[in-house]
């Protein structure tokens, strides 16, 4: 568990720059390792597992975001991560309003592993042994981030307890579901990441649909998405 903590901490993800890719599932043809870096930007910004959202910040001071990115060596085992690419910061100010947009990402779905390990060593590079280890973890939670967050939000640090009541996993025919533990970090790049970790049991199931994932971080900042269960398959299997 503690090493999970220590990889999860480190990871932020790529932007998606310019026109969206075709629609081909690129993860069910194509081995990882051969991902383009399009296709890991798309995976980890633009997919099932991931959702770009925009929030207001009333009342928040304090540096913009400078984008997401991968810290240097997020497994430990020598890389040097991804950055974020230059002129990509998402946040905006509009007459005293704030605006910025995040994405909610499901952080340990295999495929979404798979992106980050592949954005860390390289196009059809051998795969490091805690590479491969970090493959194969097993997750004890849904773990759900939103990534992005801009500096002032690290203030939330002071009031997880309320956060934790404000969100839940929204579930077809079945109640909804609060988590276990919220945990706030900081990228390299100064953004904020939120992680929610959901308990597993009872089991979302592809019969329930969609899941709606649902948090309030500070008094006018709601963050709402759906996702589509049918599209989380990854190898004939629900990947969360």
């Not at 503690?2 to 932007?15: D, F, M």
Request: proline fraction near 8%.
């Amino acid at each position: 568990m503690a090493r999970r903590h220590a990889v999860t901490g480190t990871v932020g993800v790529w932007l998606l720059a310019g026109a969206a890719l075709a629609a081909a599932d690129f993860w069910e043809e194509k081995d990882f390792t051969s991902w383009s870096d399009r296709e890991v930007r798309r995976m980890l910004t633009d997919s099932p597992w991931a959702k770009r959202v925009n929030i207001v910040m009333g009342g928040l001071r304090g540096e913009e975001s400078s984008g997401f990115h991968l810290g240097p060596d997020p497994f430990g085992f020598g890389g040097t991560g991804v950055r974020s690419l230059p002129g990509e910061a998402d946040t905006q100010q509009f007459a005293g309003i704030r605006r910025a947009t995040v994405t909610v990402l499901w952080i340990n779905a295999l495929p979404v592993r798979q992106a980050v390990v592949r954005a860390v060593i390289g196009r059809d590079a051998p795969i490091p042994p805690d590479g491969r280890e970090y493959l194969v973890e097993e997750d004890p939670f849904y773990t759900v981030a939103v990534v992005g967050l801009p500096p002032p939000f690290a203030r939330l640090s002071r009031t997880l307890d309320a956060v934790r009541a404000e969100t839940v996993l929204r579930r077809r025919g079945r109640p909804p579901v609060t988590p276990d533990q919220v945990v706030l970090e900081r990228d390299d790049d100064q953004s904020i990441r939120a992680l929610f970790r959901f308990p597993r049991t009872p089991a979302i199931t592809l019969e329930e649909r969609d899941v709606e994932f649902v948090t309030k971080l500070g008094p006018v900042t709601d963050i709402k998405k759906k996702f589509r269960l049918r599209d989380m398959r990854f190898g004939g299997r629900l990947a969360l």
